[in-house]
């Protein structure tokens, strides 16, 4: 049995505790109030240490595992919800470095190596994915002594971090819609609820008009709302998900792809196949071929 935390917290979040420093590092387990689908002014860099479970960033979602790293932009709404069994808790799930435009503007006036930064600034955007074992290796040493330091020692670790991470050539980025289209605090804040109930349950059947009753809302409202949140239609948002669990399970096991179908809240195996061949680009058994030899490669390693 699952748990996905409610999400009832607001939906911007102001980050007061810099205390005049440059960079805030934070770490926390799961569930806590920070787990909820929001946005605020800092970039962040996110290391998973712990629990697997669906990584939402703009209109992306997908898998995160332990070692999984990000990086965010400004005012891109994110979210990591943890499947653990009922009552479960993860006493540290997350490690966090967060950083805002002003230390670039400021720094690289002085600095000019720091303008070398740009191209990497700019890709968050959009959300980033690292693929690269040895670049999750180095940031997981240097988070480590990020949170360990202090002072100019924290702060040089940190610039040797995003260096490595310029860098990195395998990686992906993630939301195809930009800030600009999601950053509005109200219509987050009550999709909040909403990506909440659909997680719960995009396992079965779920129409539009449930998740809207839910929230008391009209469905045209809702619909709309939900759209300028997410930058997808709900029926698209909920498709992805489900697509996103079914390449979990393709991946991880050799269930019968008509039982990852079903499990992953489809109720029609042609419709299943269409969906995942449009997102995915392939069949979903031919996706499962990709993951095992992908898997067996990177134990090669």
Same mark, same amino acid.
């Given at each position: ?57 703009? /209109? =992306? #979602?997908?898998?995160? +595992?332990?070692?999984? &790293?990000? $990086? ?123 990506? /909440? =109930? #659909?997680?719960?349950? +995009?396992?079965?059947? &779920?129409? $539009? ?93």
């Amino acid at each position: 049995m699952t748990r996905a935390t409610r999400i009832t917290d607001p939906s911007y979040e102001l980050m007061d505790d810099h205390n005049g420093l440059s960079i805030i590092y934070r770490q926390h387990g799961f569930p806590c109030p920070l787990v909820r689908w929001h946005f605020h002014k800092e970039y962040e860099l996110h290391l998973i240490v712990a629990s697997a479970g669906k990584v939402f960033i703009g /209109d =992306y #979602i997908g898998n995160f +595992y332990p070692q999984s &790293l990000f $990086l965010t932009g400004p005012n891109l709404p994110h979210n990591w919800i943890s499947q653990v069994e009922e009552d479960e808790v993860v006493p540290k799930r997350d490690m966090l470095v967060n950083f805002t435009d002003d230390l670039f503007d400021s720094a690289s006036q002085i600095f000019t190596e720091l303008k070398g930064l740009a191209p990497l600034l700019e890709r968050a955007q959009y959300g980033i994915e690292f693929r690269c074992k040895k670049t999750i290796a180095q940031a997981m040493t240097l988070m480590q002594r990020i949170e360990d330091g202090q002072g100019m020692a924290r702060l040089g670790h940190f610039f040797i971090l995003l260096d490595v991470l310029s860098a990195c050539e395998d990686y992906q980025l993630l939301s195809g819609v930009t800030t600009p289209q999601l950053a509005d605090e109200h219509s987050i804040d009550r999709t909040n609820r909403a990506v /909440d =109930y #659909i997680f719960a349950h +995009y396992a079965r059947e &779920l129409p $539009l008009e449930e998740v809207a009753d839910y929230l008391g809302m009209k469905p045209t409202y809702f619909s709309r709302v939900f759209k300028q949140a997410t930058g997808r239609t709900f029926i698209e948002f909920v498709n992805r998900l489900r697509i996103s669990k079914s390449c979990e399970l393709l991946a991880d096991g050799d269930k019968p792809v008509t039982d990852v179908c079903f499990e992953s809240g489809f109720n029609n195996i042609s419709n299943f196949n269409r969906r995942f061949q449009q997102l995915k680009g392939m069949t979903p058994s031919h996706y499962r071929r990709l993951a095992v030899q992908r898997l067996t490669e990177q134990n090669l390693v």
